[in-house]
């Protein structure tokens, strides 16, 4: 079971100084930096109170296409799947995230 204190900062609003941004593809794209959950989650839960695995992370697309330009970039796709325990409480969530970039590695980045 959570505690009263646990839920209370669970329902508040996120910080938006927490939110960090980069521009990918022409796009700007919000997102929360691993770090800052982790450090998070230990001010919530406690250290060594709560878990995190990775289920599985596997790349769903790969090819190469060229844009509206005619130059030829590589589209990458990948699905993972995590789980995440605190007191007993099981919680599992799949992601999907991509890149495109005409070097395949800086579309896997």
């Known amino acids: 079971m959570l505690s009263e204190e646990m839920i209370k900062e669970l329902q508040k609003p996120l910080n938006p100084d927490y939110v ?36 599985y992370c596997k790349e769903v697309c790969k090819e190469k296409k060229k844009n509206k330009y005619g130059k030829e970039n590589w589209h990458v796709g990948y699905e993972a799947k995590v789980r995440i ?16 970039a005409q070097d395949l590695f800086g579309a896997y980045e």
């Open 85 to 100: 325990e605190v007191n007993g409480i099981v919680r599992e969530g799949t992601g999907f995230g991509s890149g495109i």
């Open 20 to 55: 960090s941004q980069r521009a990918q593809a022409g796009v700007t794209l919000s997102y929360l930096e691993a770090w800052r959950v982790i450090d998070e989650a230990n001010r919530i839960f406690g250290h060594g109170a709560w878990t995190r695995e990775t289920i």
